[in-house]
């Protein structure tokens, strides 16, 4: 599978290991955790992953221009790789709930986000423009696709893990104090606090309290506050396996740093040789004005994609059955969904362009992109059939949650997930492989970072989202996604030829 690419593919991709599983750990977990930490609701919480999301992708333009102007790409992802570290570092310090001050500690969890974002703004970007320039010896050009779509296969696999992990330790330190877990309740016991329950949702309270509860409940304002500390413990500490994946990745980046292609070494060898040419500055206008086309049309499907980390995640927990015959799991694992898929289909992917490419038929990087948007559209056609009769979100809450007789099947999800990853192995790794061959040699971390700075916007407008899906019918909030891929994908198909053409 990997015979005709370059030997450093493998150390870059185990490299990006550690970043993509604290990425899941956080993708699976960080809305939940805002919700049962402070008590913010689903728009809050989602404005601030959003946030996050955006500023992970926005801040790799800033890294990609350090990289590009100091031509010092290794030590910039270094860089990032540390700071990364340092950010869960912080999160993983345990802190009281109910917190004593809310904007101290909320701000502090933001300052912590803020590190990892910008730790992640150095690294991502640069990695992958330095996988790109081994790509850009002649004799792996045709197969820098089939290149970046194992890169990506490869990086997900830690993602498969993380949503599986972060559950699990809350879970176990849950049990540790005497209590089970149950994905409701968090909600429940600050809407005790602040004395807004219902009467019907007080009914539902007192039913799961005492569910959960290894010894009986005398005072259900105590029981409240120690079962909420004691699940933000096992939250923080889920943070904390990050760090671990970060330092293995960071040993492996150390280890391997040497024979990654050094872009200052090769410029200054060119300029010795006198071998420097530069591209007519037409073909750079053309080149960037193509990327941009391209950045803002993929605006839209990060916009639908990246909802399994918010609206899908708050699905999985209002709506969905997650007790299927007598085996429990959490609204987290679906989170596991995505990378396993990627790891699964990417072989079958991979085949079938290269069976393709080899009768003289394979579809254009920009056809690719195209097709994916609308594969992505198909994923949330089978969101909005399977939730046409399931109630407002609004009633969700006033009842303290949905009997689980009128939940949906979890495969609902599952074959969603499953959709949506084959339009991301379309779209991702395709998009990355197009613009390190477009990009002009000189901007080529730039450009890296404002694909990712694509997908920054297209996560800034998640917060939409939690919005609708906090105020109108579920089915409705799945259509609005429908009609961002499908508009997408019809732009994109307007501008292949333009777009086939400057790729050449």
């Known amino acids: 599978m990997f015979k005709g690419h370059p030997k450093g593919l493998i150390p870059a991709a185990l490299a990006n290991m550690g970043e993509r599983f604290g990425f899941y750990t956080m993708m699976a977990i960080l809305v939940l955790f ?5 008590g913010l609701d689903g728009t809050d919480a989602g404005w601030i992953y959003a946030t996050f999301y955006s500023s992970i992708y926005f801040l790799a333009i800033v890294g ?26 912080l999160l993983a310090i345990p802190t009281p709930t109910p917190v004593p001050n809310l904007t101290l500690y909320l701000a502090a969890t933001c300052v912590a986000l803020a590190v990892i974002a910008f730790g992640n703004g150095l690294f991502k970007g640069n990695l992958q423009a330095l996988v790109g320039q081994m790509y850009d010896d002649p004799k792996y050009d045709k197969v820098r696709d089939s ?22 330790i809350r879970s176990w330190w849950l049990a540790r104090a005497g209590y089970q877990y149950n994905a409701n309740l968090p909600e429940l016991c600050h809407q005790h606090l602040g004395g807004t329950l219902t009467e019907k949702a007080a009914e539902r309270f007192h039913e799961i309290a005492n569910q959960v509860s290894a010894t009986p409940i005398t005072d259900y304002t105590v029981f409240c506050n120690d079962y909420l500390n004691v699940f933000n413990e096992g939250f923080h500490y889920a943070f904390a ?16 740093k040497a024979n990654f292609p050094d872009p200052a070494k090769k410029a200054a060898e060119a300029k010795a040789n006198n071998t420097v040419t530069q591209m007519d500055i037409k073909e750079v206008k053309q080149r960037i004005y193509a990327l941009l086309a391209v950045f803002g049309v993929v605006i839209f499907f990060w916009f639908s994609f990246h909802q399994n980390g918010l609206t899908l995640t708050m699905f999985a927990r ?7 015959g007598g085996f429990s799991f959490d609204p987290e694992i679906f ?6 898929f990627v790891v699964a289909l990417t072989p079958i992917v991979v085949g079938i362009f290269g069976w393709l490419r080899n009768r003289g038929i394979e579809p254009s990087t920009p056809k690719k992109i195209a097709i994916g948007m609308f594969i992505a559209a198909l994923a949330y056609v089978l969101m909005t059939l399977g939730s046409l009769n399931v109630p407002l979100f609004s009633e969700v809450t006033e009842m303290g949650g949905l009997p689980e007789a009128a939940k949906v099947t979890p495969f609902l ?18 998009g990355i492989s197009f613009v390190s061959k477009v990009a002009p040699p000189q901007y080529q971390g730039l450009m890296q970072g404002l694909w990712l700075g694509a997908t920054g916007a297209g996560n800034q407008l998640l917060v939409f989202g939690a919005m609708l899906y906090a105020g109108v019918p579920i089915w409705l909030t799945w259509t609005v996604f429908i009609v961002a891929c499908a508009i997408s994908m019809i732009i994109m198909l307007v501008m292949v030829k333009w777009l086939e053409r400057v790729s050449q």
């Open 34 to 38: 805002l919700q049962a930490k402070f």
């Open 147 to 168: 290149g970046f779509s194992l890169f990506y296969m490869f990086i997900n696999v830690g993602g498969i893990f993380a949503p599986m992990i972060a559950p699990s």
């Open 318 to 324: 209002d709506y969905t059955v997650l007790n299927i």
């Open 413 to 430: 999800l599952i074959g969603a997930y499953f959709i949506l990853t084959v339009a991301e192995l379309f779209i991702s790794p395709l």
């Open 241 to 256: 396996v990050a760090i671990v994946a970060m330092l293995i990745s960071l040993a492996i980046y150390l280890k391997n």
């Open 64 to 89: 990609g221009i350090i990289a590009d102007r100091t031509k010092n790409y290794k030590g910039t992802i270094l860089a990032g790789l540390l700071m990364m570290a340092f950010g869960y570092v």
């Open 335 to 340: 989170q596991s969904m995505n990378p396993f």
